[in-house]
């Protein structure tokens, strides 16, 4: 029950975020004021969500110790897969089929970030550590005692993906899956975390280069 209940606190910190936006929106907040108070209430979300997973323990697959050869290896792996999934679905949208890739989310969020450096805390950082939370701890790893790892896999990308609103669905549907495996294998959210971070870096580096 306990566990539950941080689980369900975890979803509605995240889920008061996503719509943060739109109600300052709404109320015609925009500029500093909105990217400021979008940025801290991150900050204030993230620290939050953390303290939860502490508190809540580790879960059935988790490892009971820190294993810190395994928490560095698997952060590389997780990393560099992730960027050459990246490059690779990118060639094939391009190069193979013709496709556009410009991600609206990644270039209107470059945009605010060049307009409110502070707000590469959010994008960069913060939203990556709790996308693993909710996407990986609390939908991938619940879901699989009651379907099978693949399923699990397949629904938590899919809400990973959908929650990104952008054209490019199949690159973070992808991505999804795949920081779902690192997750899997390297028995630490904050592997998982901490790979999403660095790509995420990455892209924004050679986004701006």
């Not at 979803?11 to 979008?38: D, N, Q, R």
Request: one cysteine or more.
């Amino acid at each position: 029950m306990k566990n539950t209940t941080n689980q369900l606190v975890t979803l509605l910190c995240y889920l008061v975020l996503s719509v943060v936006g739109t109600i300052l929106s709404a109320l015609s907040i925009t500029g500093h004021a909105y990217f400021g108070i979008i940025t801290i209430l991150s900050l204030v979300a993230t620290v939050a969500m953390i303290y939860l997973v502490q508190k809540s323990g580790k879960n059935e697959f988790e490892l009971p110790k820190f294993n810190a050869k395994k928490f560095v290896t698997w952060v590389l792996i997780g990393a560099i897969g992730a960027i050459l999934i990246q490059i690779g679905l990118t060639f094939v949208e391009q190069g193979l089929l013709h496709i556009a890739t410009n991600s609206q989310n990644t270039a209107s969020m470059l945009t605010q970030i060049k307009g409110y450096p502070y707000y590469m805390l959010y994008v960069l950082i913060c939203a990556p550590i709790m996308e693993e939370i909710v996407f990986r701890r609390i939908f991938f790893a619940d879901l699989i005692r009651p379907t099978n790892i693949y399923l699990a896999i397949i629904i938590s990308s899919v809400l990973f993906a959908f929650m990104h609103q952008d054209t490019r669905f199949v690159i973070y549907l992808l991505m999804g899956a795949w920081f779902c495996f690192v997750y899997y294998k390297s028995k630490n959210i904050y592997a998982s975390a901490t790979s999403h971070i660095i790509m995420n870096l990455v892209v924004f580096g050679l986004s701006i280069v």
